[in-house]
């Protein structure tokens, strides 16, 4: 017969199944598990795939402090005007690499061009801006100096040449098309580039006058200005070397609906005149 076993070799068998059965607990839960450790180790959380690029873009570059004066200039009228200087990557000033001269329409100012940021877009971009309050607008006093086209020509000549403007590149809205258009048709040499948007006075000029233009010249005007918009498109576009920024879902001053839009355009017109 055989012995029964002892109370302590029972206790010991019981111990020992009991740690072969948490083993292998152990294994077949390891086993269960393994592949979602090893998925959730190789690919990104839910959270952060819905992140998609926001997860993984780096962080915004460092704001640069552009810094905008204004002054005026002496004459009949005298002109203020809003100046922003180009700076490189860490603030300091460098040499531009062009002149903007911004002019307005009939509801803004110099300080329109401030608030919208292009004058720091373009400062920081490297570029020369100077932005102007027109006679009877902004800071600027009216007068009757400013009744002709000539006189128009003249005091925008004036500005630029007091301020150290070889070839600017002029970006002319709506009303203000009665100073721009005229300094073109007389002093198209003197402008790098110009930029109308859905200016006036269009249609004061022939077609031979408008192909004898050989400034490289951005039209732009927005898709729900159907009547300054489309008609000073159609007269500019007999400019011989024009190419069309045509702004959908904006109204006249498509600029101001959709600043990005335009900001953009404006950049990449600019650096194609370099």
């Known amino acids: 017969m055989f012995n029964q076993p002892s109370l302590a070799e029972m206790n010991f068998l019981r111990n020992r199944l ?33 992140m998609g690029l926001v997860a993984v873009s780096p962080p915004p570059p460092p704001a640069i402090n552009v810094s905008v004066r204004t002054g005026q200039l002496p004459g009949d009228p005298p002109l203020f005007f809003r100046e922003a200087l180009p700076v490189d990557g860490s603030g300091r000033q460098i040499l ?4 903007v001269v911004l002019l307005h329409g009939q509801a803004f100012s110099s300080k329109t061009w401030e608030e919208l940021g292009t ?71 003197q402008l790098h580039g110009f930029i109308p948007i859905a200016p006036v006075g269009t249609r004061s000029y022939t077609p031979q006058q408008y192909q004898s233009i050989q400034t490289p010249t951005l039209i732009v005007f927005g898709a729900l200005d ?32 959709k600043p990005w839009e335009f900001h953009q355009a404006l950049l990449d017109f600019l650096s194609k005149l370099e």
């Open 18 to 50: 009991v740690v072969l059965g948490l083993v292998l607990l152990a294994t077949v839960l390891l086993y269960l598990l393994l592949p979602s450790i090893r998925q959730g180790s190789m690919e990104p959380s839910l959270d952060v795939q819905r």
């Open 96 to 99: 531009p690499r062009l002149q």
């Open 119 to 189: 004058l720091a877009l373009l400062a920081t971009n490297g570029y020369q801006a100077l932005a102007v309050d027109l006679p009877g607008f902004g800071n600027s006093p009216d007068s009757d100096a400013v009744k002709t086209d000539q006189h128009r020509v003249d005091l925008l000549g004036r500005f630029m040449e007091a301020l150290g403007v070889r070839t600017a590149v002029l970006l002319s809205p709506s009303m203000s098309g009665h100073y721009s258009i005229p300094f073109l048709m007389k002093h198209s040499a």
């Open 226 to 257: 159907t009547n300054l918009g489309a008609q000073s498109h159609k007269n500019l576009m007999q400019l011989p070397h024009h190419s069309v920024l045509k702004m959908e879902g904006a109204r006249h001053a498509c600029y101001m609906d």
